[in-house]
């Protein structure tokens, strides 16, 4: 059974940062590409960022481009999202999940709260 | 960027009852390797979502057979024969052909 488990999420101050981690277990974690997707409070999902197999190609949307930085631990079994520069826009529960074209395994989220 | 456009918002339905959603897709969502990357996604209140349907029509393991996927290019629809009671939720559809992916605004089903 597919396992994600996020953490590291929390409340910080505009421009602050945080880095994001999520557990895989369950599947062979090298095999798959991840992603990152977020739901603002109240709202519908974001795709944030997909990184490839190996890591080599990262592919970001275009509110977070040069803010955030997707990346994997092949040998740990985790992936990770750097997020600085940190805007109210996005606060969110950003689910780490299991894809590249679409998604078939998603972790229950961590909570970024962006405020002053 | 690919625009997913669901209809309706919001679906009330009665509990044995059939239910439709559409979404259509800005541009063609069929990928250069032959295949059409529209997924549906379910996710119930409190929940993270869940993957129903993958490549229009394709049912994830361990979902009911009362869901379906149907549709090609730009026009997709997810049926449900008969509404249960958990199937109360949010449903979104995704294209994972183009870059950015693009979810659809999402539609709330409930029962009457």
């Known amino acids: 059974e597919v396992q994600l488990l996020e953490s590291g999420g929390g409340s910080v101050q505009p421009g602050g940062s945080l880095r994001l981690s999520c557990a895989a277990s369950?599947?062979?974690?090298?095999?798959?590409?991840m992603s990152w997707v977020r739901q603002a409070p109240g709202k519908g999902l974001e795709w944030v960022s997909t990184i490839s197999i190996n890591g080599v190609n990262t592919y970001y949307a275009d509110s977070v481009k040069g803010r955030f930085t997707i990346s994997r631990d092949n040998s740990k079994n985790t992936l990770y999202l750097q997020i600085n520069s940190l805007r109210a826009e996005d606060t969110a529960l950003y689910y780490c999940?299991?894809?590249?074209?679409?998604?078939?395994?998603w972790g229950q989220g961590a909570l970024v709260t962006v405020s002053s | 960027d690919v625009v997913m456009t669901q209809s309706p918002l919001s679906l009330p339905v009665t509990l044995g009852q059939p239910a439709s959603i559409s979404c259509r897709s800005s541009?063609?969502?069929?990928?250069?390797?032959?295949?059409?990357?529209l997924n549906w996604f379910q996710q119930r209140p409190g929940q993270s979502p869940r993957r129903l349907i993958y490549k229009v029509s394709n049912r994830d393991s361990g979902v009911p057979d009362r869901f379906s996927g149907s549709g090609s290019t730009t026009d997709f629809t997810l049926k449900i024969s008969r509404v249960e009671a958990e199937d109360v939720g949010v449903y979104y559809c995704?294209?994972?052909?183009?870059?950015?992916?693009?979810f659809g605004q999402g539609t709330k089903v409930e029962i009457k």
């Open positions: 369950g599947f062979t974690f090298s095999n798959y590409a």
């Open positions: 995704m294209q994972g052909t183009h870059w950015p992916r693009t």
């Open positions: 541009q063609s969502l069929v990928h250069s390797d032959g295949n059409t990357y």
């Open positions: 999940a299991k894809g590249y074209y679409g998604y078939d395994g």
